[in-house]
């Protein structure tokens, strides 16, 4: 028999719990708040764990305890099996959201996370104190995240959502600006289409792949812009853009808060760059999730809340429903 699985008889389900608490929290302590027991409880438990599986786990450094390399490996595997242990016991009971704790996963560009979470999160800590999130970037491999349970929703730009068992729905719409700094030298305005084709611009690539929204609408009318250089984060490109003599085309709501923090005035484009809708993405095996239900919902209502309140549209409509399709879109 495997040795590590021959220590399993002694590793009992508050154990397990026990472990995700202290790689969740950092600390003895706030595990032990967590789970209502004594810091010396959990101090034992975790030197069981330990001695049961022959390594420490978690160490301690300046910045809280941080799991070993094997802690590490353990850590994912308890979160994706907690997550779906929970789930399957409380399939058929209502989602309670104040009372609920647990970590959603969510895989965005920095620049829809940018959007998102100002939304999400306090709106998290007023309704739903428990409930944690956790954002990583977009990636080629996102899509075997969400069917694995490593990712719980993913944000993109898709005209069809990818095949395979997803399912896709609408949250927000965009259209696209040009940001430059107020200290551009090359810059005259009004911004025309001779200049903005001919001027250094920075384009962005969140998924490390050539080509953009932008370009390919500029592409179906026959037109080129001037790229001069190439990053993976929005708001990497818009500091850039604050210190250098670069145009930047970004989505109006981003170029909004960006334009509020740093040296950047946006201008309308001399031609139409067309604009994305932008949906959030998950797999039919959270479908009936009542978790992850509440959070598609929630999701879903903050954003389009957000969007409706801006001029011109002063009542707030109903998120639109899921869809299910079947050919892949890249961005």
């Not at 009992?12 to 003895?28: H, K, P, R, S």
């Not at 490996?73 to 058929?92: G, V, W």
């Not at 370009?215 to 080129?224: I, S």
């Not at 970004?250 to 005035?265: E, F, I, N, T």
């Amino acid at each position: 028999m495997d040795r590590t699985r021959a220590r399993l008889p002694g590793m009992d389900l508050n154990l397990l719990l026990t472990l995700d608490a202290i790689f969740q929290e950092g600390t003895v302590k706030g595990a032990a708040q967590r789970l209502g027991l004594s810091p010396s409880a959990v101090s034992h438990a975790l030197g069981r764990a330990r001695e049961l599986l022959g390594d420490a786990l978690v160490v301690r450094t300046p910045r809280g305890m941080v799991a070993t390399t094997r802690g590490e490996r353990i850590r994912q595997a308890l979160e994706r099996s907690l997550s779906d242990l929970e789930s399957l016991l409380t399939e058929d009971a209502p989602f309670d959201a104040a009372t609920a704790r647990r970590t959603f996963t969510l895989a965005a560009s920095d620049g829809t996370a940018f959007t998102l979470l100002p939304l999400l999160l306090p709106h998290l800590q007023r309704v739903a104190p428990g409930i944690r999130v956790r954002t990583v970037p977009l990636h080629a491999e996102v899509r075997a995240s969400l069917v694995a349970g490593d990712v719980d929703l993913l944000f993109a730009g898709f005209t069809q959502p990818p095949e395979g068992g997803f399912y896709q729905q609408p949250v927000w719409s965009e259209d696209f600006v040009c940001v430059a700094r107020h200290e551009h030298q090359a810059l005259e305005l009004p911004l025309t289409l001779e200049q903005y084709l001919a001027l250094p611009h920075i384009s962005i690539a969140p998924g490390g792949t050539s080509g953009s929204l932008v370009d390919a609408a500029l592409a179906r009318q026959g037109l080129r812009r001037n790229i001069t250089l190439v990053v993976p984060h929005f708001l990497m490109a818009a500091l850039l853009a604050a210190q250098m003599d670069l145009l930047l085309v970004l989505p109006v709501h981003l170029a909004r808060q960006c334009a509020a923090v740093l040296p950047l005035r946006i201008l309308p484009p001399p031609l139409d760059l067309g604009g994305y809708v932008l949906h959030q993405i998950w797999h039919e095996r959270m479908q009936k999730d009542p978790g992850h239900q509440w959070l598609r919902r929630t999701v879903a209502n903050l954003m389009k809340r957000h969007e409706d309140s801006g001029p011109g549209s002063p009542t707030a409509k109903a998120a639109p429903q899921p869809t299910k399709k079947k050919r892949p879109q890249r961005r």
